[in-house]
T-cell receptor, first 114, second 113 residues
Framework: GAVVSQHPSRVICKSGTSVKIECRSLDFQATTMFWYRQFPKQSLMLMATSNEGSKATYEQGVEKDKFLINHASLTLSTLTVTSAHPEDSSFYIC??????????FGPGTRLTVL | DAKTTQPPSMDCAEGRAANLPCNHS???????VYWYRQIHSQGPQYIIH???NNETNEMASLIITEDRKSSTLILPHATLRDTAVYYCIVRVAGGNQGGKLIFGQGTELSVKP
């Protein structure tokens, strides 16, 4: 069964609104989680590292004020896309590391901004 | 982390072995080779990883050359459900990055009946 869940699986919103995506680790704790974005026909692009109890670390070129990350507990990280625009439409995926130094990935959230 | 090079696409007949190559000529001594795959519209899935010895698990085998500059992922009996994009990633195990992965373009494997 899935060990990392995401909610919602897909969301459609109007331009200018904010959207929150949840990433949960099931049956294990994750002090670190990762957020990726994937545009059609492209590879995954790492956006940021979510750190439990501290600020997220953003990759170069990712706007931290637009993509708000909160890692409030050892099993939950949230990504909020603020003032979403059509160009933010994408597939957002989170992951969490496991003790064998590999990653469990969530099923992804497809965001469509109208 | 070292860069990897993979062919953009490959075809394989159902039931036959799929051999996916990956070049990583700048790999460092402490970097592992990881393979993940992504079935369309799903999150990636871990397949296998290794340092220098060949590895095998229930999903696949990983063959790493002696000089570690390249590797091959082998799916021994490909099925239609193995159709996916396969990513080869090299990185230091553990480290201070907490396990983040930098994805290249991968190989799109199409398994045909």
């Amino acid at each position: 069964g899935a060990v990392v869940s995401q909610h919602p699986s897909r969301v459609i919103c109007k331009s200018g609104t904010s959207v929150k995506i949840e990433c949960r680790s099931l049956d294990f704790q994750a002090t670190t989680m990762f957020w990726y974005r994937q545009f059609p026909k492209q590879s995954l692009m790492l956006m940021a590292t979510s750190n439990e109890g501290s600020k997220a670390t953003y990759e170069q070129g990712v706007e931290k004020d637009k993509f708000l990350i909160n890692h409030a507990s050892l099993t939950l990280s949230t990504l909020t896309v603020t003032s979403a625009h059509p160009e933010d439409s994408s597939f957002y995926i989170c992951s969490a590391p496991n003790p064998t130094d590999t990653q469990y990935f969530g099923p992804g959230t497809r965001l469509t901004v109208l | 982390d070292a860069k990897t090079t993979q062919p953009p696409s490959m075809d394989c007949a159902e039931g036959r072995a799929a051999n996916l190559p990956c070049n990583h000529s700048t790999i460092s001594g402490n970097e592992y080779v990881y393979w993940y795959r992504q079935i369309h519209s799903q999150g990636p899935q871990y397949i296998i990883h290794g340092l220098k010895n060949n590895e095998t698990n229930e999903m696949a085998s990983l063959i790493i050359t002696e000089d570690r500059k390249s590797s091959t992922l082998i799916l021994p009996h490909a099925t239609l459900r193995d159709t996916a994009v396969y990513y080869c990633i090299v990185r230091v195990a553990g480290g201070n990055q907490g396990g983040k992965l930098i994805f290249g373009q991968g190989t799109e494997l199409s398994v045909k009946p």
